[in-house]
């Protein structure tokens, strides 16, 4: 079973940057698309970022132009660079495996961002 561990969270200042990352356990890391997702306090998880195996990427409409996601197969980790942070960009992040539209291993305890000044 893979493990996934996020990590690179914080406090941080509306217009500052955080730089994510996902380190996964498992040989098979390179074959799945890999997905960042976040959850505001008292709303639902959702999906922000996503990269195919092949380096694909496609981003929901309120972080595109200010995150990237990016991967390194070889250290079987994702990362999710955040640009031009807001306070609604405040959440707990988790990245996953998916398919199609589903996440598909068991979520890691993901990491805080907090944006405010």
């Known amino acids: 079973q893979v493990q996934l561990v996020e990590s690179g969270g914080g406090l941080v200042q509306p217009g500052g940057s955080l730089r994510l990352s996902c380190a996964a356990s498992?040989?098979?890391?390179?074959?799945?698309?890999m997905a960042w997702y976040r959850q505001a306090p008292g709303k639902q998880r959702v999906l922000v970022a996503r990269?195919?195996?092949?380096?694909?990427?496609n981003y929901a409409d309120s972080v595109n132009g200010r995150f990237t996601i990016s991967r390194d197969n070889a250290k079987n980790t994702v990362y999710l660079q955040m640009n031009s942070l807001k306070p609604e960009d405040t959440a707990v992040y988790y990245c996953?495996?998916?398919?199609?539209?589903?996440?598909?291993?068991?979520w890691g305890q993901g990491t805080q961002v907090t944006v405010s000044s």
């Open positions: 996953n495996a998916v398919r199609g539209p589903l996440a598909i291993l068991s």
């Open positions: 498992g040989s098979i890391f390179s074959i799945y698309t």
């Open positions: 990269i195919t195996s092949g380096g694909s990427t």
